[in-house]
Structures are given as C-alpha cells and as structure tokens.
Nanobody
Framework: QVQLVETGGGSVQAGGSLRLSCAVS????????MGWFRQAPGQEREFVAT????????DYADSVKDRFTISRDNAKNEVYLQMNRLKPEDTAVYFC????????????????WGQGTQVTVSS
C-alpha cells in the first residue's frame, strides 16, 4: 500500500519560514520524481516544485522561485519543501505527489498523492 504523509504545516507570519516533509512508503522511492502542489480555498490545485529521482534536477513555479527549495533524501524515502519569506498568498493546503519518470509540473501526471498539510501565512 502506497502512502505519502505530509507534515510540517502550520501558521506563520509573513516573512517567516516553514519546512514541509513528506514521508513515502510502499513504492521504490528512487524510481519516482516527486512534486509539491498547493490548493487555496476556491482555487484549482497548482504546481509548486518538482524534483528528479536523483535530486539533481528541480523546477519551481515562478511565484515561489528563490523563496522555496525542494530536496529529497532517498535513504529516508522523504521529500522536503523549505519555504522562506512566506507571503499571505502562499496560504494553501500543500500536497506531495509521486510520478514515475521525469519531473513534471502537471498534476494529472502524478499517480500517488498525500492527504495534504495546511499552511497559513498571516500579514
């Protein structure tokens, strides 16, 4: 049974930082690219960041570039999202997801999803 479990969400003031973690089990982690997506109330799910199985290739949404960093630890089967200089518009439920093959910005190409973790940024 494949499981993705996100942790690390919470409430923070604008300008602050949070680090999200996603623990993955039930699949061969190194065979999968990982992604982070987010969904704000009343809005569609949007791409945040993605990383290749090797950890050597990453891609980001323009809105988070230079503020967020995606990384992974293949020994621990975990992927992370370090979020710095948070803004109120970053408020959303954040999801991690897994797909075989290359990293992708397209949510429909991801097969496995976590349940999400809430991030709230106040001004």
């Amino acid at each position: 049974q494949v499981q993705l479990v996100e942790t690390g969400g919470g409430s923070v003031q604008a300008g602050g930082s949070l680090r999200l973690s996603c623990a993955v089990s039930g699949l061969k982690f190194v065979n999968y690219a990982m992604g982070w997506f987010r969904q704000a109330p009343g809005q569609e799910r949007e791409f945040v960041a993605t990383i290749r199985w090797s950890g050597l290739t990453m891609d980001y949404a323009d809105s988070v570039k230079d503020r967020f960093t995606i990384s992974r630890d293949n020994a621990k089967n975990e992927v992370y999202l370090q979020m710095n200089r948070l803004k109120p518009e970053d408020t959303a439920v954040y999801f991690c997801a897994a797909r075989s093959g290359a990293p992708s910005k397209v949510s429909d190409t991801y097969v496995f999803w976590g349940q999400g973790t809430q991030v709230t940024v106040s001004s």
